[in-house]
Each structure stands twice: as C-alpha cells, then as structure tokens.
C-alpha cells in the first residue's frame, strides 16, 4: 500500500467509532443526546444574516476573494480589538483573515515550522495545537495546562533539555477543554519568558467572549511589546455562532502576519466575500452579540451542573467556554474512549472523549453545552446513573 508522510505522526481517529455509534443509533431511532462536538445549536445575530442577504445580491459577490480577508473586514477587526481590548492594531500589517481560526493555526504552524523543530503546547489541549506542528513535520512538548508559574517553570526546563530550542509556545484561554482563564499578569510573565528566550508565544482567544463572571477575558496583546513576539488567533464561531461560516483571524507581529499572508497567497482566495461582509456586521455588534451569547451559554451551564447535583454528584462551573471538563466515574476502567462508548450505548448520550485531547486527558470526558436545558438536565441525569453514588467524583473548582 501506498505511503502518506502526511498520516505519519498522527494517531488514530479517537473520535471515528463514536460517531460510527452515534450514527447506528439514530438510524435505529434511539433518542441521542449529542454533547460531543463543540458545533453551535444557536443561530447568528439577526442583523448578520440580513447583511449576508444584502451583500449575496452585490454584483462582484461571487468573484475571488482576497486570501488575507477584505481590508473592510480587517478594519472592523481593528475596531473590535481597540473597543474590547483597547488595543491598536494596524489591519495592513497585523491582521489576516482566515478559513476559521484552526485553518489560521495549522498556516501559521506551515509557516514557521522546519523539520525537527518543537513547539510548546498545553496538555490536555486542542488537537490543532499539537497536530498542526506534528503535520508540519515538527514535534511537540507538552506543558501544564493550567496559566501559572508551573507551566512557565515546565518551560523553562523543556527549552533547557531540549536539543535545539524550541520555536513557539502555545497558550488557549480561555481553555478548551479546561475551561480555565488566564489574567493579565500570567500573560506579562508569559511574554517576558517569550523574549527571554526569543521564541514565539501563540494565543488561542477563541472564546474571549464566552465566559462567566466580572472579568472579561484579556487579550495577551494587553502586554506592551506583546506584538513583537506573539500571534493571537480568534474566530467567529463561538460568539456568534457562525462556525459553518469558517471565518477567523490572526493577529500580531507584523514579520510572522506577513510570513503567513505569503503563505495563504498560494493556498486559497479567502473566505465567500458576502460573508465577509455580514461577518464586518457581527464584529461591529459584537458587545450585544457577546452579552446574548454568554447569557444563554451560561444558563445551559447552570442547568446542566443543577442535573448532576439533582442526582448526587458535584461538578464545578466551568469559568469559560461552552464545555464542561468532568473526571470519569472513580471505579470505571477501560479509559475516556471506552467510557464515551459505554454512556452512548447505554443511556444515550454522547461525549468527547478526554483522550482525544491528549494522553493527559484520558480520564477526563469534555461535555458541549449544545442543547437547550431541558434536554442538558436531561443528559446530566442519564450521565448521573453511571457514577455509584458511594464513589463520587472528587473534583477540584477550577477557581
């Protein structure tokens, strides 16, 4: 059979008999409750999709695109991030525009990347953050999830036994799968670090407007000098709920937004130039947009920990995102993919196996708050019934 150097690296599908099951089991018309993939249920805002009617009758509508996104549009990211931030970025030399935030990511891993390099990413963490540099023909280290001083510590000793220096480090909050935020001071340390030792530092800010609190989310470019020596990578999707639309952005150091701008020029023409347009109307309503999103993320959050503590077992708010990170049953052997088996054939619920996020994840399972609260208490009941109530899962509050 023929060899894929592509395929090299990566591990099987962990996700693939899931779905295979999944699948079976509506066709067989078993009442599935789908908490696994993190693929909004909600709709756009109003006004997107009214401009994405209006711009679709534009006579140039359905010309090539332009691979770095419209400057109308990365002007209105500029607009985003000073209002949210109060940031100024240049939308000619630090702002592209990108097929989705995981594209951007695996471009920007293609662009920096020479064989044998290695890059700093979390553990637990989402899959592109890893896979992206293992699919460039680099290699990865993986260090604590959580923002602190040991994750900066793990660092430095990763840089110091490492062979030849590693050339990026990864940083997601607010955290998929852990759910967790960073603040402004853990992101002064990390940018310090990063010049220190002269790599780059890489920001997944996809869910910066989906969180739960008083404290918004800081963007990493909040650090004087950060631009000099970070990416930041953000997305439609989430707080707008426009991920079939594949719209996201990179932020940064103008050297590397350049780098990747050359690099996209020859792999695609940008995204549908109508929905950039309805996408320049979401950033521009992106404070109500924001406030509406975490309001109905958040109270699905509170349904679904109110149906696991109706059933006798405790698990802490997530402080962000739209997931929840649960530990499996104490008792349970066999590990995260054979667990989200088990609870997809016997009471109907499917979830994310924690192992799809690492090895470290394996005795964790990741829960999409894609449903309305009905059907979360719902699945928070039938999940429930696999945990003994003598052998509670004993978790520690992210707070």
Known sequence: MRRFPALEGLPPYVFAEINRLKAAAAAAGQDILDLGMGNPDLQPPRVVLEALSEAVEREDAHRYSDSRGILELRQAKARYYERRFGVKLDPETEIIATLGSKEGFATLARTITAPGD?????????????????????????????????????????????PRKPIAMVLNYPSNPLTVTADIEFYREAVAFAKKHDILLLSDLAYSEIY?????????????????????????SK?????????????????????????????????????????????DHSESAGADVRARYESRRDALIAGFADAGVDVPAPDATMFVWMPLPEDFEGGSVAFAEHALKTVGVAVSPGVGFGPSGEDHMRLALIADEDRLREAAGRLAGLYPAAAKPRIVSNG
């Open 239 to 283: 707080t707008f709920s426009m991920a079939g639309w594949r719209l996201g952005f990179a932020a940064g150091a103008p050297h590397v937004i350049g780098a990747m701008a050359k690099v996209k020029s020859y792999l695609d023409y940008g995204g549908f130039e109508p929905m950039q347009h309805a996408a320049i109307r979401a950033l």
């Open 212 to 236: 739960f609190g008083d404290t918004p989310p800081p963007s990493i470019f909040e650090v004087e000098g950060a631009k000099d020596i970070a990416v930041e990578f953000t997305s439609m």
């Open 118 to 162: 290695t890059a700093l990413v979390p553990a637990p963490c989402y899959p592109i953050h890893a896979f992206a540099f293992i699919m460039a023909s680099g290699a990865v280290t993986g260090l604590p999830a959580h923002p602190g001083d040991e994750l900066l510590r793990a660092a430095e000793e990763a840089i110091r036994m490492a």
